[in-house]
């Protein structure tokens, strides 16, 4: 029987996304209690959309559109909180933080760390428990994150510390840098932590974020951080999450 491209194609995708999914079983940071992965039992199956190929090496997975060769995924969401103290970036709709949340974004947890494994990310094994609020920096492989929107028709962008940071606060946005952690898999019942609580990327050091801020943004100073209105459209504007790993990305060691 002749095998078309087009079908060769779904069947390396179907094993690419079967790939991934047990991958990110197998990442799913530790409980905060242990330096060791924590058992899987099985659950509930996480909600994934469906990883569609687009050519070019690139997928979309539910709303998210990943490309491969750019080492980047997009995801389309919207201002959530302005001038409210943040302790998150980004989280999913309806999460448990949403009302803390810069960013609302049209992605389960699961769908977002797929991604985040597809570009080739995987938690850093030598980075031990951590708690929220905690101020030890924590360790992992960079990512960078931007910010995008359409203005008057022309595309506007900043980084993802630019878009939170008051420009009176004293923390330079070019000295904040982000890590992929993992979020966590609850062993008493197989559901990953970042699908049940909606937290995809914070900086107080949560550990059910899947993205976190290395040193973390107003630990011990709750309300120091509540987005910077002068970079960002008004809250319920559409805009763009970009999250990109760069070319020379070993993980953020510990000072």
């Known amino acids: 029987m002749r095998i078309t491209r087009a ?8 094993g690419l996304l079967l790939v991934a999914r047990h991958d990110a079983q197998a990442q799913a940071a530790p409980s905060p209690a242990t330096t060791s992965p924590p058992p899987f039992s099985a659950g509930p199956a996480a909600p994934v959309g469906e990883l569609k190929p687009l050519g070019g090496d690139r997928y979309q997975i539910g709303r998210i559109v990943l490309d491969k ?12 909180v302005l001038g409210k103290p943040l302790e998150y970036l980004a989280t999913s709709p309806g999460g448990m933080k949403e009302y803390e949340t810069l960013l609302e974004v049209d992605a ?11 570009l080739g990310l995987e938690r850093d094994p030598n980075q031990g428990p951590y708690w929220q609020f905690s101020k030890d920096p924590l360790s992992g492989p960079r990512v ?8 008057g028709g022309k595309r506007r962008e900043v980084s993802a510390a630019e878009a939170l940071l008051d420009p009176k606060d004293p923390t330079k946005p070019e000295s904040v840098e982000w890590v992929y952690m993992g979020s966590l898999m609850n062993p008493a019942d197989g559901l990953f932590a970042a699908d049940v609580t909606g937290t995809l990327i914070g900086f107080v050091h949560d550990v059910n974020s899947i993205i976190e801020s290395v040193y973390g943004l107003g630990i011990g100073a709750y309300g120091s951080v509540s987005g910077n209105p002068a970079k960002l459209p008004p809250e319920g504007a559409p805009v763009e999450l970009i999250v990109r790993v760069p070319r020379e990305a070993p993980p953020t060691a510990k000072p």
């Open 144 to 151: 960078e994150i931007r910010v995008a929107w359409q203005d």
């Open 69 to 80: 060769k750019a080492r980047r995924f997009t995801v389309p969401g919207r201002v959530h």
């Open 7 to 14: 079908a060769a194609t779904l069947a390396i995708t179907a």
């Open 108 to 118: 389960s947890g699961s769908e977002f760390n797929l991604a985040c494994i597809l």
